[in-house]
């Protein structure tokens, strides 16, 4: 077996500013944008000693505590791709899951040996790091420079910020055994038909993953960055035999490459106009709302016509916000700033949208956008300088995006006001809403690409 060079790959977070919930009928989009704040993996050949050679893969996540998986893989029978079998470092541990690493791992060696006529993986042992942003534990530096964090905890005792780590991560580590693994001629995240089939294959995987079939605005995102999505056909998933059972393999591939996904992401639909940026609110809460998605559709169900009256003001109005900052100037045709108020339009439609969500949450007894987010967007949007806000994705208590000009009086403004934010209880439904802070992100229209492995020579 040839050794083969390291290679690091890393995928964007996302912020979700409009078509939560209708993005899943296929009817709607969702205007999503990548954010700054990434997942890398880098992979590297094991070294063994000469005439060795293990079946395993080692996977580290090495800013958290025990966060290292061992597996072993190997072909199965009939066709069935590649199995993977996590190992106990010794018969006293108990094993340490990590079910986005391990179907990752399933789909993306099924793929590239039904890809390869050579169908030996060599061992290999690959590393996470994730840019701060996606934790809100405090963490420590391990070097000066170094762009990465040490959280002194274990992954499910980490605080997450709600930026889609685990799409970014599974998108991140499919590009990255795919970049590997594969010549670049049969597999380059530079090409289109790259990113087409790293998007098909990330998606099969994080639905297996995650149990279930969601709108996947966040794996598109991961590959593509920011852009308008409108989701694909949940059917095409369907007729995917589980990994192991006959014919996986090669029904994979033929949903990678051959299915007709009827995706649909539009890049140019999507700008950040200049001199305006977006600023993410982590909101200390405590408070989990689950099954909120059940709720939402079950009430949509019920209430067909009424939902359908607010989904398609909602849809016209989330087609305004994304026409908006299309047609104001962008970077490259930035200078005049001066004049009447150029946001006034995208502040009336932000509120009217606002209200709609409003509508929805007290139609469907879910808090979309609950009293206390009302509350603290008011209050954001009323700083000078900040256009106007949302609760992004799902809403809920937990984080808020406000759209504001890219100035430091104005951040400056904003924190004063989040330093002494405290809301009392609300009567109705007692959730009591804590500490508000900035998050260090902001959005970024780049999705995957490949880094340097060096970048990642401290944590390795
Ligand atoms: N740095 C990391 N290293 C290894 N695994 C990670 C890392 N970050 C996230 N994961 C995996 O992703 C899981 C979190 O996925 P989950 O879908 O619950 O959250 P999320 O994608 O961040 O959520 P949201 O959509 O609300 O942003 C973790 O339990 C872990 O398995
Ligand atoms: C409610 C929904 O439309 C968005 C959820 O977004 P988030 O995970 O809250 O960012 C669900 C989905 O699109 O899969």
Redesign the pocket.
């Known amino acids: 077996m040839a050794t083969l060079e390291s290679k690091a790959v890393s995928a964007p ?2 912020v979700f500013l409009a078509g939560g919930y209708l993005v899943l009928d296929r009817k709607y989009t969702a205007l999503v944008f990548g954010l700054d704040a990434r ?1 890398h993996v880098c992979i590297e050949p094991i070294q063994t000693r000469s005439g060795v050679t293990l079946s395993e893969i080692i ?1 580290k ?1 090495p ?2 505590l025990e ?1 290292r998986w061992e597996y072993g893989y190997r072909l199965t029978e009939a066709d069935g791709g590649v199995a993977i079998t996590p190992l106990r470092a010794s018969h006293d541990l108990s094993l340490n899951k ?4 391990e179907t990752t791992l399933t789909y993306a060696l099924t793929y590239i040996t039904s890809r390869s006529s050579n169908r030996q993986i060599a061992p290999s042992s690959i590393s ?3 840019s701060q942003a ?1 934790y809100s534990n405090p963490g420590t530096s391990k070097t000066p420079d170094s762009p990465f964090l040490n959280f002194p905890v274990t ?2 005792g ?1 605080h ?10 599974v998108t991140s580590f499919t590009a990255a055994l795919l970049t590997y693994y594969l010549p670049q001629d049969a597999f380059n995240i530079e090409s289109d038909e790259g990113l087409r089939v790293l998007h098909n294959l990330s998606q099969a995987a994080h639905c297996a993953a ?1 149990g279930k079939v969601g709108s996947g605005f ?1 794996i598109a995102s991961a590959v593509y960055g920011s852009c308008l999505y409108r989701r694909f056909s949940p059917s095409l998933l369907s007729a995917l035999p589980s990994p192991g059972s006959a014919h996986f393999a090669s029904k994979l591939r033929s949903l990678v490459e051959v299915a007709d996904w009827d995706t649909e992401i539009h890049k140019s639909a999507v700008k950040m106009p200049a001199g305006l940026r977006l600023v993410m609110c982590d909101v200390d809460c405590g408070s989990e709302t689950p099954g909120m998605v059940k709720k939402v559709l079950k009430w949509r169900e019920q209430n067909q016509n009424e939902a359908d009256r607010i989904w398609g003001k909602l849809q016209s109005g989330n087609e305004a916000v994304a026409r908006e900052l299309t047609r104001l100037p962008g970077v490259e045709g930035a200078a005049n700033g001066a004049g009447a108020d150029k946001y006034e339009r995208l502040r009336e439609i932000i509120k009217e949208n606002r209200g709609l969500i409003r509508k929805m949450s007290v139609a469907s007894k879910v808090p979309i956008e609950p009293p206390q987010q009302t509350a603290l967007l008011d209050a954001c949007s009323g700083i000078s300088g900040v256009i106007g806000g949302v609760v992004p ?1 799902a809403g809920g208590y937990d984080a808020v995006v406000l759209l504001l000009e890219d100035k430091e009086e104005v951040i400056a403004e904003l924190k004063k006001l989040l330093a002494g934010w405290k809301v009392e209880a609300s009567e109705e439904d007692g959730v009591q809403v804590g500490k508000v802070g900035i998050l260090g992100v902001r959005e970024d229209m780049v999705g995957v690409k490949r880094q340097d492995p060096a970048l990642y020579r401290d944590w390795i």
Do not use: H
Not at 98 to 101: A, H, L, Q, R, T
Not at 160 to 169: D, E, P, Q, R, V
């Open positions: 977070g996302k997942i996977v996540s800013q958290f966060a990590n079910p986005f690493i996470i790091l994730a996606y992954l499910s980490a997450k910020t709600g930026l889609g780590s685990s799409a970014a991560l995650q966040d994705g």
